[in-house]
């Protein structure tokens, strides 16, 4: 908190406040007497002239009980009408971390309260006469008044809501005066405010943070006097408009806001020069100003002229020329400073809007979201990228396409939109949590453990019902375009037969996610169907080959895993195994495009990552059981037969549901070997609650017996036995055993080797914890977009033609963190420079995003006063809690790396929240 360095109040203040405070209930002159002993008393008399702004020849005059005049009493119920701890609650708005926005901010903003603060003269109004109007009037600003109360007491603005109460009781007082047909002088009606539930009134040109409430003087002189400002120092109260904007006082404050504007527009532009001769161009104003508020005549004719706007583009190509005009400044001038590494910046820069400028003239689309914007340019109005269509035979193929396209260009705005649309006009407001999908960026708001658990869920279903019918709708888009309308049609049905689904999460209402439709798989997305360039060598080749062929599995497994806990209902690690094998796409999208440009194969790592699954076979029912029949190993020859000449079947016996109804069946005949491989699988029905089967699974198992197959005039000869339990279905899915060929009790030396499986265990979920070599493509933070396929999208930094004016359009983040990942990004290409290697297009494209994030933001802040700063707060505070729980979840399954740099990441937003928040 941030002392107050106004000038103390003077001695007494608590003694003539309480006289105030009676001038709410009578403005009648028999209620304004002063007391005779209080005339005489020095002290007092000279705190009385430091109130009302010290006027001796006024209270020398008043000898007796006469009337105070009525300047006097106005200053007196304006004095009333301020909130004693205005001064120290305005104080906090300027609350800034960033000492150089500080002193940006005393210096250009600073001088606009300076020319608003010294109070100037007042015309002492006549008493209006009787009004017929007047209770009209009153009751207006009563509403405006109750109003402005409730949407105070909402925002939880106490200053607000009891100077507002004041108001309002003294517009009752005169109310009630009024309707006894007393006088009414319409100076002492307290002035119309905002009542907070509509837009805020605005003019370009305002740029006081003080309430003027200006009185018409009767004299037919040409110079403007005002009413002195309320001593309300508040950024987020909303100035009023003055009655006569055409007035002389009003042109120069409007001219000299524009000439400040102006030069923080070319500070921020890095051009000194001009913001210095705008800020001298400003500063001549307060002379002037100061004469017209004593009344004096000014001669407006030497005004000078406004200062010149940049004229907006009018087409693309005016906008990409100015803005590579900029950067070309902004790296001359990097380069005469002797910041080497900002003037390469630039120059690359540079040649991206020239790419650009040529594919504009040559005719080709220019995808604007792709260039950064130089700081204090708007963005491009009206001109957005255009979006790659394909034609469609069937009318609904063309829905679906449409809708893949957009739902993937519009995650972030989605994930914004609530916010902006719950945020209060009012910049003293705090900013209410909206229900949004969940991000990765970031946690939901804080609240009560159980209702965050719900929404959380609700959120993590309705994304993932989302996603997979985007999945669908794509793979119904891919069958299309193979000329493949069945396949088409069947993944579109899918895909309609989630609306129901979607309409019911939407709705908060649980859904059954064993029932969606498998995630379709194409398989050429783990194909290189390129074809290496003429430089690359067999062993770079053969290095793709292994790097595809380890991909695939992963995202084998990923979907595997993801099916399994779907079946069970898991949302959570559902979703986190769909994430993984998202990330094996992208990585492979790395390689094809590498492999496609005969780029050596990119940097690959394997991570030891820890997964805790829930073993299940969903592609069983919970009535079925399978019972595999492997092979058999040294099986008993009957006496007089060599191994060779061994004609061996397997028959098996499962007494359920009864001895009398039990299951048989036999294997096929495998002739001429000891060692047969059968590999033969058979169903059985089971029932898995009823108590015929457990005792069957508990106490007899399945019964094999190993046959000789009999010849023309000979029987089959069995060779001997041998028994499974089940046992361990109890809790297990699968029983695979190498079981011992018994002759009566008597060993054989054969082996049978068979194996069962059920859905899942019958009492308990077979958890396990398995560990595997992750291969992991160094794209960070993003894969290289693919020739055929949509660009991939940067999940930290936003694309960069956005709005800048628009904070909601795009997430603030940790200007440690952003600074943290550009450094690094630094240190990998100052590595791969210095080993004379070529720097990756994705690695280029991260540093310039991560560098035009920072200064986008920095100027949001330097530009966005408190209530922004408030919100940066609170989302650092966001952010804490999300690195947090990654670095929890991420050292939970096994990474520990990622859980190492989560861990540092959290430490870097805490240190720079408390930073802020001292």
Not at 5 to 26: C, E, I, S, W
Not at 143 to 153: F, N, P, T
Not at 249 to 263: D, G, I, P, T
Not at 607 to 626: A, C, G, H, W, Y
Request: glycine fraction near 6%; include cysteine.
């Amino acid at each position: 908190m941030h002392k107050r360095n106004g000038p103390q109040a003077p001695p007494g203040r608590g003694a003539v406040t309480a006289r105030q405070l009676g001038l709410l209930v009578d403005f009648s002159p028999d209620g304004l007497m002063i007391p005779e002993d209080g005339v005489n008393d020095e002290e007092l008399e000279a705190e009385f002239l430091a109130l009302v702004g010290g006027q001796p020849q006024a209270l020398e005059k008043l000898k007796g009980k006469g009337p105070l005049p009525m300047e006097a009493i106005e200053k007196m119920a304006r004095l009333c009408m301020r909130d004693l701890d205005e001064d120290e609650e305005g104080t906090d708005e300027d609350v800034e971390a960033d000492e150089d926005l500080l002193a940006e901010l005393n210096e250009v903003l600073g001088e606009e309260r300076k020319a608003v603060e010294p109070a100037m003269p007042v015309v002492q109004p006549k008493p209006s006469s009787p009004n017929p109007g007047i209770e009209a009037t009153l009751q207006e600003r009563l509403i405006l008044y109750q109003s402005a109360v409730e949407s105070a007491r909402q925002a939880g603005d106490s200053a607000k809501m009891r100077r507002y109460d004041r108001g309002l009781k003294t517009l009752e007082n005169l109310l009630v005066s009024a309707k006894k047909g007393n006088t009414i002088n319409e100076a002492d009606i307290p002035p119309p405010v905002a009542s907070g539930k509509g837009p805020a009134i605005g003019h370009s040109h305002t740029h006081t943070t003080s309430h003027l409430a200006p009185v018409s003087p009767p004299a037919p002189e040409p110079s403007v006097t005002l009413e002195a400002p309320s001593t309300t120092a508040q950024t987020s109260a909303k100035p009023q408009l003055s009655p006569d904007p055409c007035s002389p006082l009003a042109r120069l404050q409007s001219l000299q806001h524009e000439y400040k504007v102006a030069a923080l527009r070319a500070k921020h532009q890095d051009d000194t020069a001009t913001a210095a001769r705008y800020l001298r161009v400003s500063k001549s104003f307060d002379p002037v100003l100061e004469a017209l508020s004593r009344g004096e005549l000014v001669d407006l004719s030497r005004l000078p002229p406004p200062p010149e706007v940049p004229q907006p583009p009018k087409n693309l190509l005016e906008a990409l020329e100015q803005r590579m005009e900029r950067y070309h400044v902004a790296a001359a001038q990097a380069k005469a400073k002797g910041d080497q590494r900002k003037a390469r910046m630039h120059e690359r820069i540079v040649k991206q809007y020239q790419d650009a400028i040529r594919a504009h003239k040559a005719g080709r689309a220019v995808d604007v979201a792709e260039l950064p914007v130089p700081p204090g340019f708007p963005p491009i109005q009206g001109l957005e990228s255009a979006e790659p269509s394909q034609q469609s035979l069937v009318g609904v193929l063309e829905t679906a396409m449409k809708l893949a396209n957009h739902e993937e260009g519009s995650d972030e705005e989605e994930e914004e939109t609530p916010k902006k649309q719950n945020t209060p006009a009012a910049s003293t407001a705090q900013p209410k949590a909206s229900p949004s999908r969940a991000p990765p960026s970031g946690p939901a708001p804080a609240g009560k453990a159980a209702s965050k658990g719900t929404s959380t869920r609700a959120q993590q279903q309705l994304a993932f019902l989302e996603g997979r019918k985007k999945q669908l709708l794509q793979a119904a888009l891919r069958a299309k375009q193979k000329n493949d309308v069945e396949g088409a049609k069947m993944h579109l049905r899918q895909a309609k037969g989630l609306e129901p689904m979607l309409e019911a999460s939407r709705n908060g209402l649980p859904v059954d996610i064993a029932k969606v439709p498998p995630a379709p798989v194409n398989k050429d997305d783990f194909v290189l169907v390129q074809r290496p360039g003429p430089g690359m060598s067999q062993e770079a080749v053969r290095r793709y080959g292994e790097l595809t062929k380890l991909l695939r599995q992963q995202h084998e497994m990923c979907l595997n895993h993801s099916t399994q806990f779907t079946h069970l209902g898991n949302i959570a690690e559902t979703i986190k195994f769909e994430k993984l094998a998202e990330d094996c796409k992208r990585s492979m999208d790395t390689l094809k495009q590498a492999f496609a440009r005969s780029l050596p194969t990119p940097a690959a790592r394997f991570e030891q990552r820890t997964f805790s699954v829930i073993k299940i076979f969903p592609d069983l029912s919970n009535n079925d059981m399978l019972l595999f029949i492997v092979k058999g190993i040294n099986l008993p020859t009957p006496p007089g037969l060599s191994p060779s000449d061994l004609d061996a079947f397997v028959r098996f016996d499962f007494p359920y549901p009864n001895v009398e109804e039990a299951q048989k069946d036999k294997t096929s005949v495998i002739k001429s070997t000891d060692s047969p491989e059968f590999k033969e699988q058979f169903k059985l029905c089971i029932n898995r609650g009823h108590r015929g089967f457990r005792r069957a699974i508990q106490t007899k198992g399945i019964k094999f017996e190993v046959v000789h197959k009999g010849g023309l005039f000979k029987t089959d000869r069995v060779l001997g036995t041998a028994q499974l339990k089940l046992d361990t279905l109890e809790t297990a899915c699968e029983v695979h055993e190498i079981l011992e060929v018994l002759d009566g009790r008597r060993p054989t030396g054969g082996r049978l080797e068979v194996m069962v499986r059920i859905r899942e265990p019958l009492t308990a979920q077979q958890l396990e914890t398995t560990t595997e070599r992750w291969l992991v493509i160094d794209h960070i933070p993003a894969a290289v977009p693919t020739v055929t396929g949509p660009k991939a999208k940067v999940p930290l930094i936003p694309a960069s033609s956005k709005e800048a004016g628009n904070r909601s359009s795009r997430p603030l983040h940790s200007l440690s963190v952003l600074a943290f990942d550009q450094e690094r990004l630094e240190r990998k290409i100052l590595a791969l420079r210095q080993a004379r290697r070529p720097v990756p297009p994705e690695v280029a494209q991260q540093y310039q995003d991560v560098v035009q994030r920072s200064q986008w933001q920095r100027a949001q802040l330097e530009q966005g006063g408190a209530a922004l700063r408030r919100e940066y707060a609170s989302h650092l505070e966001r952010q804490l809690h999300f690195y947090t729980e990654a670095a929890r979840r991420l050292g939970y399954d096994g990474s520990r790396e990622a859980a190492k740099e989560a861990l540092y990441r959290r430490n870097l937003v805490e240190s720079e929240l408390q930073r802020l928040r001292r």
